[in-house]
């Protein structure tokens, strides 16, 4: 079936009845064990369709969207109408070219064709390799930072509702991703060990919020101890909540948070934080302030406390220590003023 639900047709020819129904039958056994070789005069925008509905199907939600994306919104416009065996490299990197100041999407078109061109050959559509020398644009410096102390003062004044005073210092306290802190239960808290055990997750499927067992990683898997300094907030939110219920909810239906939902609460937060700390010459000093920066905070205060990396990496839920050298090579960068001690010491 194609992306939109309507059926591939695929024309079969034959001479008798009897030779009809053994050629249909041998067909339905090639796709069935994945065996039927696709015609080599299809389009780069059917073969990715194909290649989707195949490899791609049974993953989790957010992957088949970053899937769909960027085959809907970017090979399809660029490349959809051409023959798969008639690609060139020429169309490939024009394609590239013409988003090159958006380094993601680009590095996401190349994670993509790199998979359906490796297909493709075992198709025997293409013979062709070249994705691999495909040139990308530069990867641009991260924007990850730390909170500034004007949005650290901003959260302690902001007249926040509960619910959201206690996802902020969720947040900020323990460095949850956003579908961690979203997914969390009363009964997932230890008020007397000040624990909480991170075991599942939410995801949006559009604007439906998708309850799934399981983190992000395996590692994902982990319990955290609470922060003194947040830890009275969040208790008292958890403690006036049935032990199965979730912490975070639609306030009218009382369910799963809806993507709309969270935007709005979001909004509301910065909104609030905003009127803490509002003067007349800036009435909205806090701007681009993202959930996933209260993370990076919370890997920039495990830096600053010399926890060791190992400890930081089980904290923070990652599967290894890449992310978080990455952050403390940045971090060591900062600290250690390199360019001002460079100039200093090799002086004329």
Request: proline share 3%; charged share 30%.
């Amino acid at each position: 079936y194609k992306a939109d639900g309507r059926p591939e047709r695929i024309p079969i020819y034959a001479n008798s009845s009897k030779e009809l129904e053994e050629k249909v039958g041998e067909l339905k056994y090639l796709i069935k064990h994945g065996k039927y070789v696709v015609p080599d005069n299809i389009t780069v925008g059917d073969y990715c369709d194909t290649w989707f509905n195949t490899f791609k199907a049974n993953k989790g939600i957010n992957t088949k969207a970053m899937y769909r994306n960027i085959i809907d919104k970017h090979i399809k416009p660029a490349i959809g109408l051409l023959q798969l065996k008639d690609l060139k490299y020429a169309d490939c990197q024009v394609m590239i070219n013409e988003r090159f100041s958006h380094y993601e999407t680009c590095n996401k078109i190349k994670l993509t064709m790199t998979q359906i061109q490796k297909h493709a050959k075992k198709d025997k559509i293409i013979t062709d390799d070249f994705w691999d020398n495909i040139e990308l644009p530069g990867k641009p410096c991260s924007t990850k930072r730390a909170l500034t102390d004007l949005e650290k003062t901003a959260i302690t004044k902001a007249k926040f509702t509960l619910q959201d005073k206690a996802f902020v210092y969720i947040l900020y306290g323990c460095g949850l991703r956003r579908e961690e802190a979203l997914a969390l239960r009363a009964d997932d808290f230890d008020l007397k060990s000040r624990t909480v055990q991170i075991r599942r997750k939410v995801v949006f499927d559009k604007n439906t919020p998708v309850l799934e067992d399981g983190t992000k990683t395996v590692n994902g898997m982990r319990t955290l101890t609470i922060p003194v300094s947040v830890f009275p907030i969040i208790k008292f939110y958890v403690m006036h909540k049935l032990p199965d219920s979730f912490l975070f909810t639609a306030i009218r239906s009382g369910g799963l948070i809806t993507h709309s939902g969270y935007v709005k609460m979001w909004k509301r937060i910065i909104k609030e934080m905003n009127a803490a700390v509002a003067t007349k010459e800036d009435p909205e000093p806090i701007q681009g302030l993202t959930a996933h920066l209260f993370r990076h905070n919370y890997a920039t205060m495990l830096y600053y406390s010399g926890m060791r990396e190992i400890n930081a990496v089980r904290l923070m839920g990652h599967k290894d220590g890449k992310m978080i050298r990455e952050v403390y090579a940045h971090l060591d960068e900062s600290k250690e003023n390199t360019v001002e001690r460079l100039d200093s010491a090799i002086a004329l």
